[in-house]
Each structure stands twice: as structure tokens, then as C-alpha cells.
């Protein structure tokens, strides 16, 4: 069974600098995907940015990019020019790149708190 | 309304009470999840169904129940709960199981208490 672990479970960065979470998973599999999903204290949970472990390009979503690591298993989150707005609880996931069985679960790590102070 | 959408956003339950939390997404999307997210614990997937059929019961206690009449609306009935079942309940949708990477949509969740 997959695992994911974050490892920071508050962080907290100034306005306009920049962060990184950290994540790190456990998994037999050669393809997948990873996900960051943000919730805000209104508590909808949005998709941030994801990885296809078959690309070897980190993903970038204007200021949100990824440092995936696929030997080392690592997926970290950096924020740049960080915003108020960032301030959530992150999430870490990954997904079998394969459809069949229960291979559409979502896997979740227990999250980072990230605080923006102003 | 757009994406997916739950109600109430707030519930306080006795033990003996019978309540329903509903779901209903505007996607398009033809699978539906519940989650229970609590304090400093992963996600729990509770359900899925996928084109209204049932995929994935997470050796839930049957004082939940999942009723999915169309693959726009989930529902969730509760009876005889625990204190221990307080939590957050997420419901989450995609396009379906049939391949490629259908992205889940989360709603706002809904806060239940149990006294």
C-alpha cells in the first residue's frame, strides 16, 4: 500500500518570501500521480498543483512549483512571492496512474499548516 | 451554483438522532466520494460510487449510510452516533474510474458534532 508523510505539520513564511513543504512517499508503482491540494480556513479544498511521474519536468502553476524527486520519492511544495491568501492547511496525495481496481483512491498525507504573517 | 456544493455546512447531532447530509455536484461528473477528515489524521475515503453504483465501502460502520440516487446528488444518513464520529465530511467528485487522470472536486465540507 502507498503512503504518503509530511513531515512539517505547521510552517509559517512572511509575505512576499518564499516556502517549501515537504513530501514523501512510499510506493511500489512506476507511474502515478502526485497532487498539493490547499484548503483555506473556509475549508474548500483545491487542487494547487500535479505531477505525472512520468515527466521528468517539474510542474509549475505561476507562482506554485514542484521539486519531484521520483528516486528519492520526495514531492515538495515552494510558494514563491508568498501571499495571505496562501495561508491554508496543504496537502499532499498521490494516485496509481492505473484506472482498474481500487486504483482511483486518492492517498492523503495529514497535511502542513501554513501561516502567512504580514 | 457551481462545482460541488454541501448542506448544512453545520450540524450538531444527539446520539439518538437520525440526520442526512447531501451533496450534489454540478460537474458533470458521474463518480462521487465521501470523506471524514479529522484533527490531525489523513483523509479517510468512507464511499465511492461510480455511475450511481456503490465501489467502496472503507469498512465504515453501518450508523452510515450512502444513498446515491443520481450521479448528481450523494447522501449521507447517520444514526446513533458516536461522539468519535465528530468530524468533517467531505464529498468529492470526478469524471468517472474509465482512465486518464479524472481530478477530484472537493465541496466545502460539513462540520458535525455528536453530543
Known amino acids: 500500500a502507498q503512503t504518503v508523510t509530511q513531515s512539517q505539520p505547521e510552517m509559517s513564511v512572511q509575505e512576499a518570501e518564499t516556502v517549501t513543504l515537504s513530501c514523501t512517499y512510499d510506493t511500489s508503482e512506476s507511474d502515478y500521480y502526485l497532487f498539493w491540494y490547499k484548503q483555506p480556513p473556509s475549508r474548500q479544498m483545491i487542487l494547487v498543483i500535479r505531477?505525472?511521474?512520468?515527466?521528468?519536468q517539474n510542474a509549475t502553476e505561476n507562482r506554485f512549483s514542484v521539486n519531484f524527486q521520483k528516486a528519492a520519492k520526495s514531492f515538495s511544495l515552494k510558494i514563491s512571492d508568498s501571499q495571505l491568501g496562501d495561508a491554508a492547511m496543504y496537502f499532499c496525495?498521490?494516485?496509481?496512474?492505473?484506472?482498474?481496481?481500487?486504483?482511483?483512491?486518492?492517498?492523503f498525507g495529514k497535511g502542513t499548516l501554513l501561516t502567512v504573517n504580514p | 451554483e457551481t462545482g460541488v456544493t454541501q448542506t448544512p455546512r453545520h450540524l450538531v447531532m444527539g446520539m439518538t438522532n437520525k440526520k442526512s447530509l447531501k451533496c450534489e455536484q454540478h460537474?458533470?461528473?458521474?463518480?462521487m466520494y465521501w470523506y471524514k477528515q479529522s484533527a490531525k489524521k489523513p483523509l479517510e475515503l468512507m464511499f465511492v460510487y461510480n455511475f450511481k453504483e456503490q465501489t467502496e465501502n472503507n469498512s465504515v460502520p453501518s450508523r452510515f449510510s450512502p444513498e446515491c440516487p443520481n450521479s448528481s446528488h450523494l447522501f449521507l444518513h447517520l444514526h446513533t452516533l458516536q461522539p468519535e464520529d465528530s468530524a468533517l465530511y467531505l464529498c468529492a467528485s470526478s469524471q468517472d474510474f474509465s482512465g486518464g487522470l479524472f481530478e477530484q472536486y472537493f465541496g466545502p465540507g460539513t462540520r458535525l458534532t455528536v453530543t
Open positions: 505531477q505525472e511521474a512520468y515527466k521528468q
Open positions: 460537474l458533470g461528473h458521474n463518480a
Open positions: 496525495a498521490y494516485r496509481s496512474f492505473y484506472s482498474g481496481g481500487s486504483n482511483y483512491k486518492l492517498t
